[in-house]
């Protein structure tokens, strides 16, 4: 069973590693936030221990990215941090479950043996909006029934939207979501994609609302 930790720390999360390993585990280590969201991406993994506080993106951003690109893989947030406010955040973005440091490694054991057999909530792998659906298993986007081919990034800004129907997304939600920070990526770039998903499924699918972001479903 292979278990990914994402933590900044070197002595911690080789400690980590090494106390896992001898629990029987597998254990691939990633220092930064972007090194640890391409490794989730990429591989299967048993649960991931993420930090909050690392370079490159934070583990906030990791576990939202992750979550809206349907991965549902168990998380366990640490964070040197504590307070409810932190808790509520890591909660929100999609982790499911939260450790402050320092924390006893017997607990920390318990929880993540704890996720691991819950598994990953349930989270849908189709998602539907009037005529329009998203397979993130197979990635394909279908419109009445008939493939549409989307790009990568497409897919991943229709996905975005779809998983909140009804509810007015934002250009910066979007850029948050979807790109690293560290290239500046323009806002122009959600007007783009926008506009290449509507030539493919139709203006209507995707609503703008002035001055606040876009819409798909009943807004």
Known sequence: ?????????????????????????????????????????????????????????????????????????PILMLTAK??????????????????????????FLARLRALIRRGGSSRPSVLRVGDVELDQGTRV?????????????????LWFLLSRPGEVVSKAELLDGLWDFASSPDPNLV???VSSIRRKLGRDVIRTVRGAGYVVGRG
């Open 82 to 107: 504590d307070g409810e406010l932190d808790e509520a955040e890591a909660l929100d973005t999609g982790a499911d479950d939260f450790l402050s440091k320092p924390f006893s490694y017997v607990v």
């Open 1 to 73: 069973m292979r278990l990914l930790v994402v933590e900044d720390e070197v002595r911690l999360a080789e400690s980590l590693k090494a106390g896992l390993e001898g629990e029987g585990y597998a254990v691939d280590l990633a220092f930064n936030g972007t090194d640890g969201l391409w490794m989730a991406s990429e591989h299967p993994y048993a649960a991931i221990v993420l930090d909050i506080l690392l370079p490159g993106l934070n583990g906030y951003r990791v576990c939202r990215r992750l979550r809206t690109a349907g991965n549902s893989t």
């Open 141 to 157: 986007c279908r419109s009445g029934g008939v493939p549409v081919p989307l790009s990568v990034k497409e897919f991943s800004v």
């Open 191 to 193: 007007e783009v994609y």
